[in-house]
């Protein structure tokens, strides 16, 4: 097991802007509308991503096989627009009485990165978008170095409403996965953005109809 806490961190992001690919700025009232309803600790999903586990993963495995799915970001079961990279560790780095070969990774916006270690690759309610066996074996060390990265923005509390989706890039672009267009996660920030935007529609909706009945007993209680 990865020596990782099993706490979520709560921390909250200062940050709308995200420096990596999708530069455009999310909307602060989507930052918080994320934040408000983010999954519980006991909803989330796996084990918080630590300098620990990046030690493990660093000086451990090399990985022969690469998954990509879109899921709902934990806490939103109606989404479609959070990302889980799952990786395969090579056969020969494998203990022979532990099944768990796959490693599930994701960021949870505004908690940080996730590490699940288990039997198989599927991703629960999850959508497959690539699925790729490399020629040769992809060395620990670049999975490793985008974990520390994004252990390193979660410490200094630089983190956005997108990073589930930029931190999927971020690991595929370290592998050099060849089937994911990158124009994918570009689509991803378009449908956090209907999705942010329908979610605001609706609470407009509620509130005019909370003060619509307000105003209508007001008007019964004056008769």
């Known amino acids: 097991d990865f020596s990782a806490s099993a706490q979520a961190r709560s921390s909250r992001s200062e940050l709308c802007r995200s420096p990596h690919s999708a530069n455009a700025e999310m909307p602060a009232d989507m930052c918080q509308c994320?934040?408000?309803?983010?999954?519980?600790?006991?909803?989330?999903?796996?084990s918080e991503v630590t300098r620990a586990t990046v030690k493990d993963i660093r000086r451990s495995w090399a990985f022969d096989e690469f998954f990509l799915y879109s899921t709902p970001i934990p806490g939103f079961a109606e989404t479609t627009c959070h990302?889980?990279?799952?990786?395969?560790?090579?056969?020969?780095?494998?203990?022979?009485?532990?099944?768990?070969?796959?490693?599930?990774?994701?960021?949870?916006?505004?908690?940080?990165?996730?590490?699940?270690?288990?039997?198989?690759?599927?991703?629960?309610?999850?959508?497959?978008?690539?699925?790729?066996?490399?020629?040769?074996?992809?060395?620990?060390?670049?999975?490793?170095?985008?974990?520390?990265?994004?252990?390193?923005?979660?410490?200094?509390?630089?983190?956005?409403?997108?990073?589930?989706?930029?931190?999927?890039?971020?690991?595929?672009?370290?592998?050099?996965?060849?089937?994911?267009?990158?124009?994918?996660?570009?689509?991803?920030?378009?449908?956090?953005?209907?999705?942010?935007?329908?979610?605001?529609?609706k609470e407009n909706s509620r509130r005019a109809v909370a003060v619509g009945t307000v105003v209508a007993m007001a008007a019964c209680t004056v008769q």
């Open 83 to 201: 990302s889980v990279v799952v990786v395969s560790v090579a056969e020969q780095d494998r203990e022979e009485d532990d099944l768990r070969n796959y490693l599930h990774l994701q960021f949870v916006p505004f908690q940080g990165p996730r590490i699940q270690q288990l039997p198989f690759s599927n991703v629960s309610k999850g959508k497959l978008v690539s699925h790729w066996r490399p020629k040769s074996q992809v060395f620990a060390f670049r999975i490793a170095d985008v974990l520390e990265l994004w252990v390193e923005r979660v410490e200094r509390k630089e983190t956005s409403a997108r990073d589930s989706v930029t931190f999927a890039e971020d690991l595929v672009k370290a592998c050099s996965v060849p089937q994911v267009d990158l124009a994918h996660f570009e689509k991803m920030i378009e449908d956090l953005n209907e999705w942010h935007r329908l979610e605001v529609a």
């Open 34 to 46: 994320l934040q408000g309803g983010s999954a519980s600790a006991a909803q989330l999903p796996g």
